[in-house]
């Protein structure tokens, strides 16, 4: 598995419940772009319309060589994934507070793959409580270093 790219944003907006591994609909250009590491999937999400799977707004840049071929580089993409799986989320993300999220982009040997996550939103105290655990602990990996150069 090679990691292209994770969705950070994501993590800090939202508590993740349940993940699904997807493949995803693409042209060749934007397979290439892909393997230069061109995307953001910053502002994206998914939405099922009639039955189907799709990621929206996520950005792939448009390769330099391609011409022709080139597609909008924030078109809506078919995500591929079983009815069933498709069908279990759609029932989860009715409920109240749950989104569907892309949390990472990699390759699974040839093939792209797009993890998806059931997330619920986090509330402004939440955040700021995750933003005080990771500095506290930030601190104190720093003190542990110090304390072990001083011996």
């Known amino acids: 598995m090679k990691l292209i790219t994770t969705n950070k944003k994501a993590f800090h907006e939202y508590n993740a419940v349940e993940s699904l591994e997807c493949g995803i609909n693409l042209i060749g250009c934007e397979v290439k772009s892909l393997r230069k590491g061109e995307v953001n999937l910053a502002d994206s999400y998914c939405r099922i319309t009639d039955g189907n799977l799709v990621l929206v707004n996520c950005h792939i840049k ?3 060589k391609g011409s022709y ?3 909008a580089s924030r078109r809506d993409r078919r995500l591929l994934a079983h009815k069933r799986e498709i069908m279990r989320m759609l029932g989860k993300v009715k409920e109240k507070g ?3 999220v892309p949390t990472k982009m990699y390759f699974k040997d040839s093939l792209v793959k797009v993890e998806v996550s059931l997330m619920k939103g986090k509330r402004d ?3 700021k409580e995750a933003i005080a655990k990771k500095d506290a602990e930030r601190d104190l990996q720093r003190a ?3 304390y072990s150069e001083r011996r």
């Open 98 to 100: 749950y989104a569907l």
């Open 69 to 71: 071929s080139n597609v």
């Open 62 to 64: 448009n390769y330099d």
């Open 125 to 127: 105290y939440d955040k």
């Open 144 to 146: 542990l270093k110090e």
